[in-house]
Every structure is written in C-alpha cells, then in structure tokens.
C-alpha cells in the first residue's frame, strides 16, 4: 500500500500515522523529494480500510499495491478448489480442476410435469445439474414472482427422478430453512453485495453459486466471495453473466475476460451464463463455446421446452433440441481443452 | 405496446396472439406491409410482461410506449406527494411539494459522543434530519460493519436530544422490528432490487428513503418505489446518489439529469447524495447547489467532526465547519427557488 | 510516480531502471519489504511514458501521483484563463475569469434567412456567440450533412447583421482554411482525439471550443487541451456535453461533476452544451440551471424557430421563445452567482 | 418504424404527416386507441432521418424496427465478403468465407532491424499480414508520435523481405497519399467515426480494416462501415477491440459477443484484436481462443522482441516465443472450426 501525503505537512503528523501503521504490524518506507513524499506500507495489509487511511488530513490519495482478499486469493492457495456436490446414488458431481459442469432448466420452476420433463430433457443430453428459479426476482411487481417453497418441492420431485442434484436462487436470508435440501444455492446479481446474507451463507455448509453483480468490478466480485470463504465455506462457484454496458443490442455485455482473469487471480471454479448475459437465444452457443475457450470450468444455460409460454424470461431460453445440439458442441470443445464433463 | 411480428407468419398464430391480448381487456391493431407486420397494443398494459410477448415465436421484438409503472406515474397523480415525518415535539418535517429537507450526519454511528455532538451541530446549521449508518454494508468482510442494535439506539439518544427525526438504512428484514422508532427507512444502492425487502417495506407503514442503484435506470427505480407503493405505502423519498460509470476522478458519476426526469416522470419528492455520488469533499457544496438548481427537494450529507479518525467513509465526509458554510449558501439558493427549508 | 517491482528481482536490473530516470533528472526513492518492493520516482514526471515503464519485465504495475499535464494544470498557472473572442465593432465577448458566455444557434445552418433570423433573436435574448454547424457529423450517410463551405458563408452572413461572433464546428483539418473568419473553431466530441488536428489547431492563433469525448475520461479531456496549449494556443474553451452510460432515457448523462473537477484542475474556462447531453428539450432549463450553480463559464444551447423542420437534432432543440425564458431564469442566477453575462 | 403520436392531436396535422411519409414512397398504417396512437411506417426506411421525424411537435417517441443499415446488412447480401489482400507473389491473403486471416506485428515501427526481424519471425510462427503503426495516436503530446512517412517506408522494406502485405493506421485525410502502397489501411477506434475520414476511404480501392470506437455501438459500428460502402469499397475487415465500461482490471473489455451478433447482422469480415481490449499480456492467448471459438474470421496481435523497450504499448506487447506457441494453439483451432489458415 502507498500513501502518498499532502506537500508541507508537519512531520509530527507524519510520525503518528507511521505509528498507526506500525501498531497494526506493517512497516512503512519513507520517501520524500521536491514534489512529493510518499509513505510505502510494506506487511498483509488485507485489513487496513483504505478509505480510512485516505480520510487522514495529511494524505493526498491511496493506492493499493496487492490484492485486499485473501481466502480466495491463488497467490495463498494456488491449487484449483473443485466444488463436489454429492449425488443421491453415491456418486458426486465436481466442478474446477479439470471437472466441467453444465447447469440446465427452466428460468422458473411452473408446475410439476414442466420440471420433470426438463429435468429428463437436459439429463439426456449431458446436463450434470438442474436449475430451476422458485423465487424470482422481478423488475415490476405486477410479473410473476415464482412459485416460491412449493417451486423447491417440485424441484426436489426433479432430483429425485433424475438423480441430477438442483441449484436455485435465494432471495431472503429468511428462506434459508427452506433450501435444506437444494444443493446448490445460488446468489443472484441483485444479491451479490448483500453481505448480511453472504455472511451467513459462509456458515451454511453447502456450495455456493455466486453471480457477479452487473456494475461489480472483478475484485468486488473476489471480496464478496471472500465474505463467504471468511465465513468458513470455501465450496464456491463464481458465476460471470455479463455486465451492464452502454451496448444495448445484447441485454448485457459478456466480461469474457473476466474468465481468465478470476482463473488467474482466484482459485476457484469459474462458471459463464450466456443466457443471462445475452438474453438471445441464438447467442447461447457461440458464447458458450467462447467461455470453454477462455478457460471456464462450466456453463449455466437456460432451457424451456416451450419458451413462449415460459412464465419468465422466455425469451432467453432454447429448448430441448437446442440444447442437445448446443451441447453436443460444447462436449467435443470440452474435450478439446482435456477436460472431464 | 407494439409488438413485430415475424415475416410470414401464419394467420391464426397471429390470431391467437390477438386473443391473448384481448383476453387481457386491451385491444389491438393489425397493420401489415411488405417488409414488417405490426401489432399496437391499446389500453392499460402495465400488468403486461414484455419478456414473455417477446417469447412467443412469431414475434419480433416489441417495445413499450407507456410507462410500466403506475402508482408512482405522475400522469396518474399530478400533484407532488409531500413525505410528512412526524417529529417528536408535535411538529412535522416535510420533503416535497416545495418544501426542502437537508439531512446530515455521520456515515456511521460510532459512540454516544459522537453522534450527539454531531446531532447538536447539524441541527444548528439548519439540517432537519439526522442520518447515521448502524448496519454498514462494507466491500471487505474486513472493515467495521456498524455498531448495530446499538448504533440505532444512540441515534434514538441523539434524537431525544435535538429532536431531529432520524434516518438509517436497514441491510436486511430480519431488522426490521429494530427499526420501529427510526423515523426514516434507507434501503440503499445495493439493496434496490432487493424485492422481497421493497415488498415489506410497502406495508411498515412508515416513510421510507430508497437509494437509486449504482447501475440501475431510472425506469428500474421507479419500478422498485412501485413495489413499495404497490404495497400500500406512498411515503416515499427518491434518492439520487450517483451512477458507475468508466469516470474514475469521481467515485460515481452523479446523474444531474435524473432530478428533472424524477420529477417529470413521478409525484414523489427526490433528494441528492453528493457525498456517495462524488466521494470527495471538495465536491459537496458545488453539487449541493447543482442539486437545488436542477430541482431536487432535498440533500443528504455525511458530516464527521474528525474525517480522519472515522470508522467509515471519512475521506467524503466534510466537517462540521464547512457543513455549515455550505448550509448558508443552500438557505439562499433555496430561497431564490422559491422553496421552504 | 510509483513503481511496484516485481519479487525477487536481480538488484543489477533495478539498479538498471533507476539509473534510466535519473537520465531523465528524476531522482529515486527505494523501499523493500517482505511482499513488495517500490519505486518512488520524484520530479517533473510528465513527459514519462506510463506504458513503457509497465512494460519493463521486472514491473509489476506503475501509479501516476502527479498529473500528465501541464500546460493546462491550474498547479502551475493559478489565476482563471479568460478566453477573449474580438467582435467586429471594436468590442470582445469574453468566457472565464467571472465572464459567463451564451452559445446559441441552430444545430445545422439551412438558409440564410432561418441563420439572420435566428442571429438576430438569440441576441435579442441575450446570447453572446452564435453557434451554426456548417459541416455536420451524421451517424448515417444518408442523412443531411450540412451546407459545408456555404454554410460557413451563410453564418458570417449573420454576424454582420447582428455583431455575434460565430463558433462552428471543423471535421477535418483539409477545411481550415474555410475558418479563416470563424471567430471560434469547434472539435466536436468525436474529433477529440483526432491528434493531428488538435495540433495543427495549436498554432491556428484562433480561440478553440473542445468538447469533451463522449467516452473519454475528464484526464483525457485535459491532455486533449495540453495537445493545443503544447502547440502555443492557450484560448481554449472545455465543453463537457455529456457522456454515455447504460441509462437510456437521456441521450448522454451529463456529467455535472466535471464541471468544478476542470475548475479544480485548470485555468481554463468551462462550458456545458446541455442540448446534447440530454436530448430533450424540457432539460435543457434545469441542466442549464445547474451547469450555472456547479460553477461553469458558460452554456451552449441549440435554438431552432421550427425544431420540427430542423434538418438535424430538432428533437433536442428549444424555441426562440423558451430560449427567451431559459435566459430570463439563466440571467438572474448568473448574477446570484457574481458572475457577468 | 413506428411513430407514436401525442394525445389529442388534430386530424390534420397527422394527415400532414402521413403525406410526409408518403411523398417517401413510405406507407402509413394508422392505429389509433384511447391511450396511444400509433403510425406504422412501412417501406425501405433507411433513409428517413429519425431525429427529424422525433423533432415533429406532433411525436411523441420514434422507434425503428428496421435497421438503418443497408449496404453491410446481411438480409440484402446473405453470403460472407472474403477480402482479398493480393500478395506481390502473385497469391492472395483472405479474410472471411472461412478463410482465417491473423495480422501481428509491433505496435509501432521503430527502425529497419526491428520491423524486419519482427516480420520474419510473425512470418514464420504462421502470421498471414504485418501490422506496423507509422502513425501513433498517443493521448499525451509528450509521447512518441510514431516514425510518420518514414515508418512506412520501413514496413514497406519488410514486406519485400517477407512477402507479408501490410496493415497501417491513417490518423488523418491529408496523408492518405503516402499509404498508396499499404495493402489494408486501419481506421482506428478515435477515427470510427470520422465522417470525411470514412467517405474518402470508400473511394480509395484499398481493403480497410475499421476499428469499433471504444463507446460506440454495434449499430453505430455498422453505420461506419456503411460509409464506406456507400461509397463503392465492400473491401471492410470489421475489428473489435474492447469497448469502455466501469471495470478496470482490464484496458477495455472485450464484447465478445459482437463477434457473432456482427456475422448475424453483415456479411463482412470480423476480427479480434485482444492486445488492445486487454492490456494485458498473458490474456492474449485466451481471449483469441476465445474469439476463434465465437466465430471471428481473424485477428491482429501485437507481437514485440523487447516489450520493455518498446517505444510504446510495450506492456500488452507479447515476445516473439510467447506469439508462436499462441500461434500452435490458435492453429490447432481454427482446424477444429473447419476454417483454413
């Protein structure tokens, strides 16, 4: 960390903010010349707040040198976490480390024959889990909000049929007892920095699938897992959908970079929704394709066998025999790579 | 709503599609020519989900005329809502209808002292509410998180004291009942679309700040004080704290326009966070007074008496001294807008 | 200037690094820790290019502390530039330094008649310069592209009749010679980085208009200015017109906040075109408003006497008869503000 | 387009609308409701000028359904433009229609020894054109402005070497003479929208290769190459190179998704160039898989024996080693696409 102080200030002041930082086990360089003085923080400043240290009288700006997370930093952890989500019949399915996963179903859980007959559909064609939205955060009040606790039941019915375990969304910490039995439990991008909720989803005991905010940069993203991983929970799947960008003929802007970027700077599994980062249907699988490219250890994909009856975000989704040939695609690219799926 | 049909679409596909329409008591218009087929949809199409017409496989694209919102729509309700905040000793403060509201105080409550010292001084200089942070929503799992149930007790303290209603943001539902005596609700940037929140807060019966997301429109703000409204409750004050943008000088880019636009497009009162929206001091008082030119109904600022030793935000906080300043030249601008304060 | 070295580099090779800037006459300050090891380079750093040090193989990063410009930099020139523009009749119309200048015109010239009536009754109003696009940059080749050379005939035309000196915008630098007599030459939004023309505008001894990029950060903007001044022309005139962000329902989101930054940073005049940044014509009153409070020079504001006839941007142009009432309101607040207009 | 009227207005003004259009050889279809009135306009709207039709009193809003494209759209010229780049050995280079096409080379030309040996080397590793900037657009006036005439002449001195046809920037109209002998001219991403730029260069009979603006839409990137079509040169390499957003990790960020949204909308040629969209050297290898996988026809690295002495960009610059074991992945994927490099 580098401070970088005001011209002309008293060096009496400059040795109470040296002690500060010694009193916190850092060390501090000192260097001044005609134009600037600047103090170099040398030690983990993980847990100096940085927009304290800027609001100090003397300090003219901040400037962090290394990364403020650690728990889901490489540098500290440099092997691949692998999530292992545990499979009713004995087995488990792994994402990262060479292990790709394919996230499939319906935006919204409608009624029991739709999510068994999803379910049958993506297992057939190579999905390893099932997703399906019970609560569904909407834009207008007046849509559909989702069948709620009973839209996890229909979900489980699903499991229970297919063998496929099941990811879905919470919305509200007070649902939580009601996911006992999900084995995935998503953070959608509205929640990614509802940090009451990631601080307890650290103490839960089941993977996480956290989606990036659409305006969080890449290292807000790493913080918010870092508030799950602080929390003891390190079964973490990071999950880029795109951002919000000026560009308006795809719904967001797909942070393809962000791939490889997470790769680098993280150790955990990374996975690309192109459904939500699109919102077109005929985009899901050049962009899936772009995302085994650049590294991604998996897919989260839309599939509705009637998308324009879908409760919500029809739009975006393929049906059945579009994912079926989408993901004969993305198997041999898989492949490609030399990973497993 | 308009609705592009594919080209060569089957007549009774279209048909049904009409039928939907009118099922829904609103009407349609047909028109077809060489290169594009229309349909314009007539009447109330608030409760119309454009995802799921955009879903149906004949259509095109389809793009809204009126507004998807309806509570809060000015076209609706022509006359400003006035928020009423009842004060202790029999007065009330009021935001809106040209009355104008500054509310100040600290980022976070940090001690009894502190937040009735400073309570003491932004009363003096003219503020008419008092904000102060209890629950903190910090990037870093790291940084001090907010006093809490405690911090909302010394703002009851501060308020007995000064009599200033007071204003906290609350980080998740589960507090609610913790909130009983603050007299002004937050739901801030992050927790705008946090619907299952909006929808409760649209039945506490109490006046509510909510906080224009980072990367959020201004249609999607007011559809998030349409939850609320849609709820029951139309005590609601607009917050315009600042967008993301790729500027890095400023922390965000405050959106000037956005008070205009609020104010043409909804009959609730709107305010401006110049401190969140710049992240710099030096910043307030010109904004402040953008703000008021452009037509806001109110101002939020963060005062601390010692920037340097805050336990958040410091480095966008003013001091106690130039809150005042800035408040002289407020009070005359104003007055010159024809507004109370 | 701060560079952040990387580990376990060979002493030899920063012993390298440090002995190439002080061939430059910076001098260096070394500090080394456990994590991280820094430069700290002290001097008049603004002719060091940022991205050759970044790609010395043993830097990890590099942060600028001092501004890259200097010409333009209030540090080094305190006292406000006036931009002093000769009026035929012995007189001048100034922007800066406590003189407020209004920019107003149609968007494209069309005719004579529509230009002298035009001319004759924003001057009426009270506008100081008369704006005119003669070469105009259109999105589509199919649309109207302006008079061009005529055009330029046609607007000087105008000036005689009424005295206005005339601002109007240049495409490419083959064109300079036709702005001999053009008292202001603009660089619209889309040349600001078109080098080569702001060069040879350096040395073109004519006051110069920049507006900002429309995706181009307030330092940028400046180093577009350091291009002129570097060149010896220091008439120069900053145009913040807005910038594009993900919001939709206007055109560009005004960046109000550039408008005391540039104030903060340099000496020169600033001015807001509020007609572009909003699109709209019932914005451009409050976004003038608030330009006004925020601390700008002066306002550029389209006028058409038929914005529905307008052969470009009639959607974003005012009447001669709201552009009456905008300078009624506009006046008065000039002179709240202690400036001239 | 769909034009939607304002409440209440006289019959005869929206005959005199409607006769507007018609005099286009446009039809009306008119639908009228008791919220909305709605004009279908049906017929080659391509022409119609729609901030013209906006600036009516009488329109309330204008929506296009048609693109306002029309030499570049795919829907009047459905199979793929190959541009051919005629070698001096009597072979063609091409891009597009499967053929694959990768331009490397360094950010700039310094002297003779550098361009020729970068040359062979880009050569031998499997590169099929040279890039080279002669004319740099460099954001500070005090940085290295490229070699200019004589930078060319070098590139021209390595093509006979290699036989490699060459790539250049023009930075302004004045010295399209000195490019007679360049075989693709570069429009780059500040001159995108350079109108005069733009229409010289559809009648100059040289494939161009035009970069995306780093704020401009896809739409708008279209327009772009419409004015070079217009002007009778379908010889268009399209190039995406990172647009501007709030993320900061990377230079710009790549929109991957322009790459098939561009095959889906024109019939030119696509590609990628990951230098400059991430800043960042050890991207580059997966952001070009990345793009080979979502479709592009090519793409253009920038390749440098001693980034750390580059004379600029150094810092995204990959070696000469690092290029050609890209290249061995990037060729083994192209195979895998079906196209030919």
Known sequence: MIVILKQNTEKARIETLIKKFENMGLSCHYSSGAHTTIL??????????????????IVEDVKRVSEPYKAVNRKF???????????????????????????????SVECVEQIISMA??????GATLL???????????????????????????AKQETGLPIVSEIMDLSHLELFRDVDVIQVGARNMQNFTMLKALGQCGKPILLKRGLANTIEEFLMSAEYIMAGGNSQIILCER?????????RNTLDIS????????????????????????WLIQPLSKASVAAGADG?????????STALSDGAQSITPAQFNS????????????????
């Open 40 to 57: 170099g923080i040398i030690g983990d400043t993980t847990r100096v707040d940085i927009d304290l240290v800027r609001a100090d009288e």
């Open 77 to 107: 952890h440099p092997d691949d976490t692998i999530v292992r989500i545990p499979v009713s019949k004995g087995k488990e399915v792994c994402i990262g480390g060479g292990f790709f996963g394919v996230i499939a179903g319906p935006c």
């Open 120 to 125: 049958k559909e993506v297992y057939k064609s």
């Open 242 to 250: 795109g951002i919000r960008t000026f560009e308006t003929f795809t």
């Open 131 to 157: 997703r399906g939205g019970a609560f569904k955060p909407r834009t207008s009040p007046y849509s559909f909000q989702g069948l709620q606790a009973q839209g996890l039941e229909l979900l489980l019915t």
């Open 299 to 307: 897919l989260m994909i839309e599939v509705h066998n009637k998308p």
């Open 258 to 281: 962000a791939v490889p970027v997470l790769n680098h700077l993280s150790h955990l599994p990374v996975v690309v929704d192109p459904s939500h980062a699109a919102g077109i249907p």
């Open 326 to 341: 989408t993901m004969d695609v993305i198997k041999s690219q898989v492949l490609f790579e030399g990973k497993k799926l």
